[in-house]
């Protein structure tokens, strides 16, 4: 079965800091590896998806991920982030057609 | 405008009582998904349809019931409901299977 781990339950930062939220997950086949955001009473939003090909992939809001094979690992980052930055980071795992499964999330607090 | 529409947004019901959420969505998807949202827990799959007639479990069916008899319909049927089904539910699409693109804005149901 797959899982998803992500380490970071809360992580709070300043402005214009750098973020990095870890994304592992479990599962001995090939991986299709998602990050969505969540914004405080909203839906989620897919920011980033990796398929195949170059491991580093771009997203919207100027998010990056970097899929890292030998590590299982699938983690986020963005060079600066900006109070509006402040919501939930889902990272998820899809193995086979349709199922899909998601890790616990992280709580991103930017302050001001 | 490009849509995923769930009803109820909110709903409160008893134990026992059978219940249905619809969910449409008008991007001619195949791929559609439910969820449900639980507090440290992250977004758990239910069930997700690859296309029309075709429907399989994600990580926790047991207690739901789906069908997907046209492209843009996916209903999440609750036959018993029971207080551990009290979630934050949301319905997804996509013309990419596995991929949770377009979001419904969510039903928040309570079993009493």
């Known amino acids: 079965a797959q899982s998803v781990s992500q380490h970071n339950h809360h992580v709070i930062l300043s402005e214009a800091a750098s973020l990095e939220l870890g994304c592992n997950y479990s599962y001995g086949g090939t991986v299709n590896l998602f990050w969505y955001v969540q914004y405080p009473g909203q839906h989620l939003q897919l920011l980033l998806k990796?398929?195949?090909?170059?491991?580093l992939v771009k997203g919207i809001k100027g998010f990056e991920a970097e899929f890292i094979k030998s590590k299982f690992s699938f983690n986020l980052r963005k060079p600066s982030v900006q109070w509006s930055d402040t919501a939930e980071y889902f990272c998820?795992?899809?193995?086979?057609?349709?199922?899909?499964?998601f890790g616990d999330g992280t709580t991103l607090t930017v302050k001001p | 405008e490009a849509q995923v529409t769930q009803n109820p947004r909110y709903l409160i019901t008893v134990t026992g009582k059978k219940l249905t959420v619809t969910c449409s969505q008008n991007m001619n998807h195949e791929y559609m998904s439910w969820y449900r949202q639980d507090p440290g827990l992250g977004l758990r799959q239910i069930y997700y349809s690859m296309n029309v007639e075709v429907t399989d479990k994600g990580d926790v069916p047991e207690g739901y019931k789906v069908s997907r008899k046209e492209k843009r319909n996916f209903p999440l049927i609750l036959e018993s409901p029971s207080p551990n089904q009290t979630s934050l539910y949301f319905c997804a699409s996509s013309p990419e299977s596995g991929v949770a693109l377009h979001f419904g804005n969510g039903t928040r149901l309570t079993v009493t």
């Open positions: 990796y398929f195949s090909g170059d491991p």
């Open positions: 998820a795992v899809n193995t086979n057609a349709g199922k899909s499964t």
